[in-house]
């Protein structure tokens, strides 16, 4: 039992070390959401497509919200008056609507690609 | 109330799913009910933790900490199942052999029980600290507790029944290819998980994607649909997968096949051979 949890242990620092070390970041756009009352302004986002996008959202409400996307493979939480970065692309031209988990009736949003 | 029975339902149908699977892989085995019980209860604690420093772990390491911890535990999550899954390839054959010997009560639990509760209890915790922060929500923004009460208990009911539906499904299977059986679904279990933590890194920005979309059966099977969803949670199913995550898929699937290969052959082929008392 103690060498299982030693092995585990060692396994997750490892992961975790390698992830650390990642290289650094970068996006050439970056596009601003924001969520207010559970729902997305703008609700309609446009963006360039073929280029890599850096998304920050920005949650003005007080109770927490989950960004998420079936179009764009995204999901992320954000936390009341929390702000979250989300990288996306290159996109192909086209509409890709995304949504607030937690507020599914109203927020709701589209991410438009040209 | 519908509505938040419907979150709490999605989300614990991941987690029952998961369960499901393990207690298949574990069937027979003594005390296996105490270590999935003590998953899911670490799971739990640990999905109220996490809740209540979301914000903490937004913020670190320059805002991809929820990421970096996502991917992470999935990563660990795979590692238990395919330590599991090997040393099932190598004993899985003689539990058989005992199972049908002494009708179902297997002495020999030797197995890895610490490995699988700790995949229970990270399936438990991410799923459930989503729950956690959705409640929380729900509550501050003034719904009252019965609404509240009432959709955990839709939900969790709901997702729970359809974890025992899946298990029960399982207990199907002819005990000649039952372990083998389950072991494969643990294999496709974890390379799904790889490949759901590699799409964490790619949103973070720390792995390149090798192609954001390598195809797209969105119009035959919806991410977003019930029956997507599953197929995601359970064999790592995606509409619209990045290369990575098939990279990630493809390299999980074939090091655990590879393990089961190399250390199952060997040594599970004179207990069969031995003649049973």
Redesign the interface.
């Known amino acids: 039992?103690i060498t299982?949890?030693k092995s585990?242990s060692c396994?997750?620092l490892l992961?975790?070390g390698a992830?650390?070390s990642?290289?650094s970041?970068?996006?050439d756009y970056e596009a601003k959401l924001a969520i207010r009352d559970h729902k997305f302004d703008p609700a309609e986002l446009n963006v360039p497509a073929g280029t890599k996008i850096k998304l920050l959202i920005e949650n003005q409400d007080?109770?927490?919200?989950?960004f998420e996307s079936?179009?764009l493979?995204?999901e992320?939480?954000?936390?009341?008056k929390?702000t979250?970065?989300?990288?996306l692309?290159?996109?192909?031209a086209g509409r890709y609507p995304f949504f607030g988990?937690?507020h599914?009736?109203t927020a709701q949003g589209v991410l438009v690609a040209k | 109330m519908l509505g938040t029975g419907l979150l709490v339902f999605r989300e614990v149908l991941e987690a029952a799913l998961i369960v499901s699977i393990v207690c298949a892989a574990t069937r027979g085995v003594p005390a296996r009910g105490r270590w999935v019980g003590f998953g899911v209860l670490a799971g739990v604690l640990g999905a109220i933790l996490v809740a209540c420093f979301a914000s903490v772990i937004a913020e670190a390491v320059s805002g991809i900490g929820q990421e970096l911890f996502n991917a992470t535990v999935l990563l660990a999550a795979v590692v238990m199942i395919a330590w599991h899954a090997i040393w099932m390839a190598s004993h899985g054959k003689e539990l058989a052999t005992q199972m049908k010997a002494v009708g179902g009560a297997v002495q020999a639990g030797k197995q890895p029980l610490s490995a699988l509760l700790v995949v229970v209890a990270i399936a438990v915790l991410r799923e459930g600290s989503e729950v956690v922060l959705f409640l929380y929500g729900q509550a501050a923004s003034g719904a009252g507790a019965l609404p509240i009460a009432g959709g955990i208990a839709l939900g969790v009911v709901g997702g729970v029944a359809v974890g025992f539906l899946l298990y029960f499904g399982l207990l199907g299977i002819p005990m000649r290819y039952f372990f083998s059986a389950t072991n494969w679904l643990m294999l496709l279990l974890a390379a799904g998980l790889a490949s759901q933590a590699a799409g964490f890194l790619i949103q973070a920005d720390v792995l390149p994607a090798f192609g954001n979309r390598v195809w797209d059966s969105s119009a035959l099977l919806s991410n977003g649909s019930l029956m997507g969803k599953t197929l995601h949670t359970l064999i790592g199913y995606d509409a619209q997968p990045a290369g990575m995550q098939l990279l990630f898929y493809a390299i999980t699937a074939s090091a655990i096949a590879l393990g089961m290969k190399l250390w199952g052959g060997t040594s599970s082929r004179p207990n069969l051979s031995r003649p049973t008392a």
Do not use: C, H, S, W
């Open positions: 039992m299982a949890i585990i396994a997750i992961i975790a992830l650390a990642a290289p970041r970068a996006a007080a109770t927490p919200e989950e079936n179009e493979n995204r992320k939480v954000v936390v009341g929390g979250i970065t989300v990288y692309g290159p996109l192909d988990d937690f599914q009736e």
